[in-house]
């Protein structure tokens, strides 16, 4: 089929004509009028109709203000004030899901006509129906085929005939195409006299089709009259006017026909069984009307389609529950609640199951589905020491706690049989508890318990009555725990494999059990827990002695390090030494100056005074330089794992911050001292204190400025110092030292003088 005319449109185009279609005054059938004068068919018109649906869902059509001379896309003027209304038809604009209300159902069968993915269009695509009548607009295709070959395509006019080159008309109107078909034939014959004897045939079939004209009346969304396909059904036309109104009916809907009523059509017979017997193809002409709904009624709570529903006279309660899909699984299916509308007020009834065939809702009707209560009219349950516990329901073979025991496949080998409980509800909602000896009742010694509903039977086993059994192992294993699982006849050697094994430091010959001191247990009355020591050997042999040491529940065994096993420690020499990188820890007497040593000495080019010693990342204030040469100082530390020896090059520079009016770095000067290089940054600030400055030098050392008497001694500059002087801690005031000591003696002076008056 060939490709239509508004598939080949772009969006702009479409929205184009949206635009300049509502700034018209023309009604809906004349805009489709002017489209099909100007070659659009009727296909073309719905697939419009679509295209500006799907434009509006995805963002709204946009208002145009173009120049009131415009023309739309297919040159029809459309430059008169726009009329909403008929456009609204047009685009159908109100095709939304329907969405329910917060505690507010939906009439039945709104949502066929609400769904904008719905599309109610005739099938242009199948073979001619059977009984289809052509009319005036309908165009048919002639085919010769054989001796003669020739191809016609015949518009049926409007006064009901096609003509044929120069034949005489052939009167079609009102006749169905296999009538058409026998007329056109025989007029064929005169021009093609072997026609269909003597090797040439004709092929008459239908083409394009025509439009008709059908009106939707009474409470339609959109009444009107639509221009529609010739193959137009009863459904496609109360898609296009919205279905059903608000007050509009699903099950009173007629088709008249030269004034008299040819269908009345029934939704629901589609909506519940897909049956299409009232969906009729239309004529032209034809009016559809859709009555005011009668009577209704309304389904809420557990069925499968809650909704408002039309009921007839002759429909029962029944039949309304097979309209709502019946009882969802969770439903309360003894009976309905039913609130009827009485003349003054509201009235309750409660319908049971065996009443559904009988009853007759009446308008205003509102039934109620409840669920179920969440509750169990014969369940009991075993919990504990029994091979299948669960839930179980009281019938013939479960009536008492001896044949639910059975039922659960017996008692297990380590169920505490001493006693059980039973869990019981009382007939007032309170909760009991009843015992029983398990042994007894097992062994026919006590009477059985008869059960009730809701009973839950507890039967514990030995292990959950008692502290969790686990044994610890530390010290040279590969894999250490304090809680690995206890089991009878564990032995040392065992533990050890449960952890891993020996580590490479372990010393199997000792070995301690600590023990927990029991009742009973001959020990002294001061004695804490118990110890033992053991021997084993390499690969996990005790000896025939020690072999008789069972663990027992809580026992923590201690595998001791062999005592000079230790792991490599190592330290590290970086900077300018000959040979830098890392140092293991030969004895333990070793020291700094020996790391300096086996470096290989300090090269050319470091500066001793500048080497930093670090301990755990923090540096230690030493002078690697004196240790050098005096290595018996205290200074000299004991070498330690992860120590650090850092010698640097020898710095050019001396650093200086704080209450200076410049701080900076300068190049460093041996005939400098340390007011020399004050002034080298500009001298101090006026909330500078002098007398607290200090020099921390390359090394980590600090050195401060000391006074004596009057005078401020500084310290020695040397390489890669950085001097600090600490700034003033402010009062608050904003005063100098000179202001604060004239305040001072002006207060001074007045206490005086008010003291010399009060005397007087």
């Known amino acids: 089929m060939a490709q239509s005319r508004v598939d080949q449109l772009t969006d702009d185009q479409v929205q184009q004509f949206f ?43 946009k208002r145009s203000s173009g120049g009131a001379n415009s023309k739309n896309f297919d040159g029809i003027d459309t430059t008169k004030t726009g009329v909403r209304k008929q456009l609204g038809k047009l685009s159908i604009k109100d095709e939304s899901p329907v969405k ?34 052509l009319g005036p607009g309908d165009e048919l295709n002639v085919v010769i085929y054989g001796n003669s070959q020739e191809t ?36 064929l014959r005169r021009e093609y006299s072997g026609l269909g004897v003597s090797g040439s045939y004709a092929q008459i079939t239908l ?15 959109r009444p009107g009259t639509y221009t529609v396909s010739s193959f137009a059904s009863v459904f496609n036309a109360l898609y296009l006017a919205g279905g059903p109104s608000e007050n509009g009916s699903y099950r009173q809907i007629t088709v008249v026909r030269d004034n008299k009523v040819v269908r009345t059509v029934d939704l629901y017979d ?9 969906n009729i ?13 009668g009577d209704r009624v309304e389904f809420v709570g557990q069925v499968k389609r809650p909704a408002i529903y039309e009921i007839k006279p002759t429909e029962t309660l029944k039949t309304l529950l097979g309209f709502a899909g019946g009882f969802t699984d969770k439903a309360y299916r003894f009976g309905i609640t039913l609130r009827r509308n009485t003349e003054k007020e509201l009235r309750l009834a409660n319908v049971t199951q065996a009443e559904f065939a009988d009853f007759v809702p009446q308008a205003g009707d509102r039934y109620t589905v409840g669920s179920i209560i969440s509750r169990y009219e014969n369940r009991v349950q075993i919990t504990g020491a029994v091979y299948r516990p669960g839930e179980y329901a009281i019938e013939a073979g479960t009536k008492t706690v001896k044949e639910l025991i059975a039922q659960a496949e017996g008692l297990r080998e380590d169920a505490f049989r001493a006693r059980g409980i039973i869990f019981r509800q009382r007939d007032d909602l309170e909760n009991e508890q009843v015992a029983f000896d398990v042994a007894q009742l097992m062994g026919g010694q006590a009477d059985d318990i008869p059960l009730k509903r809701l009973d839950s039977v507890s039967i514990k086993s030995v292990k959950e009555l008692r502290e969790r059994y686990t044994v610890g192992i530390s010290g040279a294993v590969n894999e250490p725990s304090d809680t690995l699982e206890y089991a009878s006849n564990m032995s040392v050697a065992d533990l050890i494999i449960m952890a891993g094994g020996f580590s490479d430091a372990a010393s199997p010959s000792k070995i301690e059990i600590s023990r927990r001191i029991r009742s009973g247990s001959t020990v002294g009355e001061n004695q804490k827990a118990q110890i033992i020591e053991l021997g084993i050997s390499a690969d996990l042999k005790l000896s025939p002695q020690d072999a008789s040491y069972v663990l027992q529940p809580f026992d923590i065994v201690y595998v001791r390090t062999t005592p000079r096993y230790e792991v490599q420690r190592q330290v590290t020499a970086l900077g300018e030494v000959k ?7 030969e004895t333990k007497a070793e020291r700094i100056s020996n790391l300096i040593a086996r470096a290989g000495s300090p090269t050319e080019e470091a500066y001793l005074h500048g080497a930093r010693f670090l301990r755990k990342g923090q540096s230690v204030g030493i002078d690697i330089a004196s240790i050098i040469t005096n290595p018996t100082q205290p200074a000299n530390l004991l070498l330690e794992s992860g120590d650090t020896l850092l010698v640097p090059k020898k710095s050019e520079t001396v650093k200086l911050v704080g209450g200076l009016l410049n701080p900076n770095s300068v190049a460093f000067e041996p005939t400098y001292k340390f007011q020399d290089y004050i002034a080298r940054a500009g001298g101090y600030t006026d909330n500078a204190r002098r007398s607290k400055a200090f020099i921390t030098y390359a090394n980590g050392l600090t050195d401060r400025t000391r006074k004596f008497l009057f005078f401020n001694i500084n310290p020695k500059v040397e390489p890669g110092s950085t001097i600090f002087v600490p700034f003033k801690i402010s009062d608050g005031s904003g005063l100098t030292t000179g202001e604060k000591i004239s305040i001072f003696s002006t207060l001074t002076t007045l206490l005086i003088v008010t003291a010399s008056l009060l005397r007087k």
């Open 19 to 61: 635009d300049r279609a509502q700034r018209s005054g023309l009604t809906e059938s004349q805009i489709e009028q002017m489209a099909i004068s100007q070659g659009y068919s009727q296909i073309d018109i719905v697939k419009m109709r679509e295209r500006l649906a799907k434009l509006q869902s995805s963002g709204g059509a």
């Open 100 to 133: 329910e209300d917060a505690g507010k159902s939906i009439v039945f069968g709104a949502s066929l006509f609400k769904n904008p993915a719905q599309i109610f269009e005739p099938n242009l695509q199948i073979a001619t129906p059977k009984g289809y009548q």
């Open 152 to 187: 016609f395509k015949l518009k049926v006019s409007p006064e009901g005939t096609v003509q044929i080159n120069n034949l005489a008309p052939v009167f079609v109107s009102g006749l169905s195409i296999e009538d058409a078909r026998e007329r056109i034939t025989a007029r």
């Open 207 to 221: 083409g394009n089709i025509r439009s008709i004209k059908v009106t939707v009346t009474g409470e339609a969304t």
């Open 270 to 278: 589609f909506l519940l069984r897909a049956d299409e017997k009232d």
């Open 281 to 293: 193809r239309l004529r032209d002409q034809d009016v559809i009307r859709i009555a005011d709904y």
């Open 579 to 585: 040979y830098p990188g890392s140092y293991t820890i």
